[in-house]
């Protein structure tokens, strides 16, 4: 007899390249109907030249759901550490059409 509540184990493996992390400073997010596109870039100072140096395609019901998680751990950082000030930042002129920034 099974438990209808009982969740699967998912068995994730995270190799060491990949744990390493790439550092972002800028996220551009597209969208069509299907999918969303995050892509991640690293901009530095006095550089007229980034590159991206990773994207993820996500499911509209993924990006959801990442939207809700993100929101949940931020909600829970800053309990135990403040709030997160955002400073200013001078735009960006970046213009891929429907697009959001973060």
């Known amino acids: 007899m099974s ?3 009982q969740q699967e184990q998912i068995n994730i493996e995270l190799d060491e390249t990949v744990a390493e992390g790439i550092y972002s400073n800028l996220a551009i997010i597209n ?3 299907s999918e969303f ?3 991640f870039v690293s901009i530095m100072p006095g550089i007229p030249k980034a590159k991206v140096k990773s994207r993820i395609v ?3 019901q993924h990006a959801k759901r990442l ?3 993100i929101g949940e751990n931020i ?3 800053e309990s135990a ?3 997160i000030k955002e400073t200013e930042q001078a735009p ?3 213009n891929f059409g429907p697009a959001g920034q973060a």
């Open 31 to 33: 969208h069509s109907s």
């Open 37 to 39: 596109v995050l892509d």
């Open 75 to 77: 909600h829970r950082f």
């Open 58 to 60: 996500l499911t509209p």
């Open 3 to 5: 438990n209808s509540n």
């Open 92 to 94: 960006i002129p970046l």
């Open 81 to 83: 550490h403040g709030e």
């Open 67 to 69: 939207l809700k998680a």
